[in-house]
């Protein structure tokens, strides 16, 4: 997944899969995905997620915001 999208007022990240499986992963492991990047922060910044269909993931720097944090997943790893 990419993360291609901050809003910080609501603290939604936005993310767009490689594939529909890669959708399918993230949708069943968000909070997984939330608990992650909160941990990394060190402070709770992510409190939702918003999955783009595959390969949909709008322009470069349209609303982008960086979070300064790294969220590394592992599928079943």
Known sequence: MAA???????????GCPESAAGAT??????????AAANESAGRTVVRGLRILAP???PAAGAGRRRLG?????RWGR
């Open 69 to 73: 944090v790294r969220v590394r997943c």
């Open 4 to 14: 291609v999208g901050y809003d910080a007022d609501s603290g939604r990240l936005t």
């Open 55 to 57: 390969g949909s993931a």
């Open 25 to 34: 992963k993230l949708r069943l492991e968000q909070a997984r995905v939330i």
